[in-house]
Every structure is written in C-alpha cells, then in structure tokens.
C-alpha cells in the first residue's frame, strides 16, 4: 500500500505564493518520479508539473511556467511545489501522484497512486 499525503494549501490573496508538500510511504518504488496535478470546480483535473526520481528532469504546464516550481527531497520521501504570483485561476484542489518508475509524466496515464488533494485557493 502506498500513501501520498499533501499539505500546505490553504487561502491566499493574488500575487502571493504558497508552497506544498507531498510525503510519500509505504511499498512504493524507491523515489519514484512524481507529479503535482489540479482540478478546479467544474473541470477536468491537470497537469501542473513533475520531476523525476534524480530531479534533473522536471515538465510544467504552461500556464505555470515561471511562476511555479516542483522540487524533491529523497531523503525525506518529499516532493514540494512552490507556487508564487497565483492568479485566481490557480484555484483548485491539487493532487500529488507517484509513479512506478524513475521518470516523471506529464499525463495522468502515467500515474500509479495518488493523494487525496489540498485545497488552494486565489482570491482576487
């Protein structure tokens, strides 16, 4: 069994920033690559960014590209997403999501567990 289990949302004006956590446990690849995705009210759950198990490789969405930032502790079973200048449109819940290998994904197909989400929300 494996636990993902994110923190750190919560509500924020726009232009702040926020920063999440996802602690991953249990019987899961060692460090695998991992991905943060979101669902706002209404619509389909995305892809926001990944890293692979060395943290050499990482994908954002492009409506995060320079705003956003995915890093991961090994040590710690961690994965962060650092998340500044939110708009209102970052609103969501946010997901952390394992794999089952060494590489990170930019689609959810590519996921074998997920977390059951952190709420962010961007006031205007």
């Known amino acids: 069994q494996v636990q993902l289990v994110e923190s750190g949302g919560g509500l924020v004006q726009t232009g702040g920033s926020l920063r999440l956590s996802c602690t991953y446990s249990g019987r899961t690849f060692s460090n695998p690559g991992m991905g943060w995705f979101r669902q706002a009210p209404g619509k389909e759950r995305e892809f926001v960014a990944a890293?692979?198990?060395?943290?050499?490789?990482?994908y954002y969405a492009d409506s995060v590209k320079g705003r956003f930032t995915i890093s991961r502790d090994n040590a710690k079973n961690t994965v962060y997403l650092q998340m500044s200048s939110l708009k209102p449109d970052d609103t969501g819940v946010y997901y952390c999501?394992?794999?089952?290998?060494?590489?990170?994904?930019?689609?959810?197909?590519?996921?074998?567990?997920w977390g059951q989400g952190t709420q962010v929300t961007v006031s205007s």
């Open positions: 890293i692979s198990r060395s943290g050499v490789t990482t």
């Open positions: 999501a394992s794999t089952n290998t060494t590489l990170a994904f930019s689609t959810a197909s590519g996921y074998a567990y």
